[in-house]
């Protein structure tokens, strides 16, 4: 990836994500942090990646509002940054946290399964 694209991504999140606590009143909305933005390198698409709290639900409809203020989004984008083309913006849950938490749900299990099969205690655990 380019430093110019690299740059935008930041700039695209941080101005994104400023937008979203300032500007956007839409109840659908609640707390939504913007972790990653993508831009192509044509400046047509941006997928921004967000994290929420919420079960799956909850997490469609803060989908479904942000789909909704995208179109402001890009406008306001496009007078702040002053750019020719404000790429469409393409609104994704980030899944690299629960991604994260399931591998190490697992890793846990593991070692406590082979814990099990040899009879000492896992690590971090005492004999008793």
Known sequence: MSKRLAR?????RREITEL???????????????????????????????STLGDA???EQTLEGLRAAAPYLRGELGRRLRIR???ELHFEIDRAL???LRIERLLRE???????ESGAPA?????G
């Open 98 to 100: 629960e991604q994260a």
């Open 8 to 12: 935008l991504n930041e700039q695209f």
């Open 20 to 50: 979203l606590r300032q500007e956007v009143r839409d109840p659908r909305v609640g707390t939504v942090t913007v972790t990653e933005v993508d831009v192509t390198p044509d400046l047509a698409y941006a997928r921004v990646y967000i």
């Open 57 to 59: 639900a909850e997490k």
């Open 110 to 116: 593991l070692r406590s399964d082979r814990a099990d």
């Open 85 to 87: 083309r404000v790429p």
């Open 123 to 127: 690590p971090g655990q005492e004999a």
